[in-house]
């Protein structure tokens, strides 16, 4: 029913840029929190950035270069990347909460090349 669907990964140089976006369908009423999630090869999943009504919760690695924002009216959450970096390179998933159950993207490539 509930269904994330993301877009905006790819290949971009160090120091470039990329918006990733996440849009979930099938929801009713208010989700409780959206976020970005990723997992580079050989390492666990990590929290990237979410945001709730507790505001936005940054991983250190990626403050001041990272900024997440929501759109509650069409569902979506948005990651600006900028200044990327290769250790940036990893799957990008989209994670919702909804109803006291957890939701993942499908995963979105990014990829950057020094």
């Known amino acids: 029913q509930v269904q994330l669907v993301e877009s905006g990964g790819g290949l971009v140089q160090a120091g470039g840029s990329l918006r990733l976006s996440c849009a979930a369908s099938g929801v009713i009423g208010n989700i409780a929190s959206m976020g970005w999630y990723r997992q580079a090869p050989g390492k666990q999943r990590e929290l990237v950035d979410e945001l709730s009504s507790g505001g936005a919760n940054y991983a250190d690695s990626v403050k001041g270069r990272f900024t997440i924002s929501r759109d509650n009216a069409k569902n979506t959450v948005y990651l600006q990347m900028n200044s990327l970096i290769p250790e940036d390179t990893a799957v990008y998933y989209c994670?919702?909460?909804?109803?006291?159950?957890?939701?993942w993207g499908q995963g979105t490539q990014v990829t950057v090349s020094s």
């Open positions: 994670h919702v909460y909804y109803r006291y159950s957890n939701y």
